[in-house]
């Protein structure tokens, strides 16, 4: 089993920046897809990031592309988000993901192939 916990999510004004965080512990394993979902009011859950844990290889959503960030530290299990120019349509809860297949493996935006995921953090972004 493992477990994923976000942080870092807040109220910012359009334009800000914000650095998520995602604290994974429990069950670890060698070949896993870490992965970014947001999901905003009225929504279904989209896809926003993912990065191989082994090798760092990243995969965004087209909607993101240039500004956000996702990054891992392997030492300390984290893996990061960080979101910048924010958008009042980027208000959402955002959620960490992990799905067991490595990174070139399958599709790595299907919510369908993440096997667990943490409660989520909200970002909300004012005008």
């Known amino acids: 089993q493992v477990q994923l916990v976000e942080s870092g999510g807040g109220m910012v004004q359009a334009g800000g920046s914000l650095r998520l965080s995602c604290a994974a512990s429990?069950?670890?394993?060698?070949?896993?897809?870490m992965g970014w979902f947001r999901q905003a009011p009225g929504k279904e859950r989209e896809f926003v990031a993912a990065?191989?844990?082994?090798?760092?290889?990243?995969y965004y959503a087209d909607s993101v592309k240039g500004r956000f960030t996702i990054s891992r530290d392997n030492s300390k299990n984290m893996v990061y988000l960080q979101i910048n120019s924010l958008k009042p349509d980027d208000t959402a809860v955002y959620y960490c993901?992990?799905?067991?297949?490595?990174?070139?493996?399958?599709?790595?935006?299907?919510?369908?192939?993440?096997?667990?995921w943490g409660q989520g953090t909200q970002v909300t972004v004012s005008s």
């Open positions: 429990g069950r670890t394993f060698s070949s896993v897809t």
């Open positions: 993901a992990a799905r067991r297949r490595p990174f070139w493996m399958g599709s790595r935006s299907n919510i369908g192939e993440y096997d667990y």
């Open positions: 990065i191989g844990w082994s090798d760092g290889n990243t």
